[in-house]
């Protein structure tokens, strides 16, 4: 899962792109509300962090924007602001959540992760394909309860095969969602990592459709 952070406090920004990066995510950053813009236009997100109180363009100019390019992507604005009539503009200008500072940053994984359930159609933090379970909130994952190692990366791209689960998923949009914007992005690494999951969950769980991509899926289902 890919996330953005638009916060212009550097020490903030930087706090919350670690605690983003050590929960699993690939995670990208700005500080302003034009470089977020241009980010959020050209990027695509599994979900953005945006403060309303930026420099050069403030969050909810940012987000009107987003939305009126039907750019759907969750956002949930994060501000020093408590005032509900800001909160109710945030919501207007298209926000699907809120946070106000000073805050917990275990609520704040909790809110990201629940928008993206949401998005891809799920209603609790552990998605289940088959005997498979990928525990969303502890980045872990179980075959038959038992614990199964993963590498960060390799969690990353099995949440979001996970995430979106029996839909084939392209090369390329594998290498956009699980790689943030300065990864030496090669595709040829999703093969590698392909290779590691079959052998540490098994091999007809992550199926290829040649020429289309890859897609998880439940083998006793599709063998029944």
């Not at 959020?40 to 403030?58: F, W």
């Not at 969303?136 to 791209?157: N, Q, W, Y």
């Amino acid at each position: 899962m890919r996330v953005l952070v638009i916060e212009d406090d550097p020490d903030l920004n930087r706090q919350l792109s670690r605690a983003l990066g050590d929960a699993g995510y690939a995670v990208d950053s700005a500080t302003d509300g034009e470089e977020g813009h241009f980010l959020g236009e050209t990027e695509p997100y599994d979900v953005i962090v945006l403060d309303l109180g930026l420099p050069k363009l403030d969050g909810v100019t940012v987000l009107e924007r987003w939305r009126r390019d039907d750019n759907a992507t969750p956002v949930l604005i994060l501000t020093a602001r408590d005032r509900w009539s800001e909160k109710v503009a945030g919501f207007d200008a298209g926000a699907d959540d809120y946070l106000t500072k000073p805050f917990h940053t275990e609520e704040l994984l909790a809110r990201l992760r629940a928008l993206t359930r949401r998005a891809a159609g799920h209603a609790t933090s552990t998605i289940d394909c088959g005997n498979l379970s990928v525990d969303t909130r502890g980045a872990r994952v179980f075959i038959d309860g038992a614990p199964v190692k993963l590498t960060s990366h390799e969690f990353r791209m099995l949440s979001y095969l996970a995430h979106h689960q029996d839909r084939v998923i392209s090369r390329s949009e594998l290498v956009e969602h699980i790689y943030d914007q300065d990864f030496d992005r090669d595709s040829n690494t999703i093969e590698v990592f392909v290779g590691r999951l079959r052998k540490k969950i098994g091999p007809d769980r992550i199926e290829t459709v040649r020429g289309l991509g890859y897609r998880l899926t439940d083998p006793d289902a599709r063998s029944a």
